[in-house]
């Protein structure tokens, strides 16, 4: 009767040409081995060692500057983890990011299509977090910072809960890309993007990390800057829902509401999302876009103040960036 081999006697015997090859610089032949490795590991219902596997060789491979081979496993590690049930963590996160900063901007393309699988796993098992886990948009927000790709960051930024760090972020970006009048337009936009997202915890620090590191703001209420009080008053009216008070928001600071052309779709968002405001219809009207938006929130009132009940279809929440 034949003997099946030893699974085990078999993951040594591959190990050990494995490691012959890296000795003998054949990277060929290991990224096939790591590959067989995986599969070995997989059959044994070890998916700890298969993932583990994966991650050596995605090191091993890219610092023997083997970066084609080396973003192979990389793609299948990253469709690897939702397959194998992985549970995210910290640790995980912590080699995703590794990764990441060392496939570099030159492997843009590379790092977004590992990247993808990768949010979705943690959406899988995180439903609670719908654009993917903060803690990993967090790690991924500080690489494309690190790296100067401000619009990047501030992707994965208003994804996470790090408003210290995505607030450092945006002063870095305006002293080094703004100018010095639109202090204060750097981070209405976030605020507003973030509410947009339903993300209130990501507004609510970054809009008061900002304010404190901000050599060019005082940080405490009132500021000198409108819009700052704005989205002061904003941000505290948004728990109580009334709508009324939302619309005397929005017409006191008109003027200054009108120095970026996007705010009004975000404020129509906002309003639907914390003030069950309809969606906002663009009809011309004499008073330009953002009075369009005013007289629409009127329209969405009843005599006392309160919203009229509405059927309207659900907006997407994505921001408008």
């Known amino acids: 009767m034949m003997v099946r081999p030893d699974p085990i006697n078999m993951v040594n015997r591959v190990r050990r040409t494995l490691n012959n090859a890296i000795r003998d610089e054949n990277f060929y032949m290991a990224h096939q081995l790591y590959k067989s490795l995986y599969s070995r590991y997989i059959s044994m219902h070890n998916k700890d060692a298969a993932i583990m596997t994966l991650q050596e060789g995605i090191i091993v491979l890219y610092d023997n500057h083997q970066v084609g081979i080396a973003t192979d496993l990389a793609q299948l590690f990253a469709k690897s983890l939702s397959a194998q049930h992985i549970i995210p963590s910290e640790q995980m996160f912590d080699f995703i990011r590794d990764i990441f900063r060392k496939f570099g901007p030159s492997l843009s393309a590379e790092r977004d299509s590992m990247l993808n699988p990768i949010i979705q796993w943690t959406i899988e098992h995180c439903p609670e977090y719908s654009m993917g886990h903060p803690d990993l948009h967090k790690r991924i927000g500080y690489i494309y910072w690190s790296e100067a790709n401000f619009e990047l960051a501030q992707h994965h930024y208003l994804r996470s809960t790090d408003g210290l760090a995505f607030a450092a972020m945006l002063v870095e970006m305006h002293k080094t890309r703004g100018l010095k009048y639109e202090v204060d337009l750097f981070i209405t936009q976030v605020v507003l993007q973030g509410l947009c997202m339903r993300n209130t915890s990501i507004a609510q620090s970054t809009f008061q990390s900002y304010t ?22 904003l941000l505290k009216i948004l728990d109580g829902g009334k709508l009324k008070t939302y619309i005397v928001l929005c017409e006191q600071y008109q003027s200054s509401l009108t120095r970026d052309p996007s705010y009004t779709e975000y404020l129509d968002k906002i309003g639907q999302l914390f003030f069950h405001v309809k969606p906002f219809e663009r009809r011309p009207r004499q008073h330009g876009i953002l009075g369009n938006l005013i007289s629409t929130l009127f329209g969405d009132c009843d005599h006392d103040g309160e919203p009229r009940a509405s059927s309207s279809r659900p907006i997407n929440v994505e921001p408008l960036d």
């Open 212 to 233: 404190k590191l901000h050599p060019a703001i005082n940080d405490e209420p009132p500021y000198i800057l409108p819009l700052l009080n704005f989205i002061c008053y």
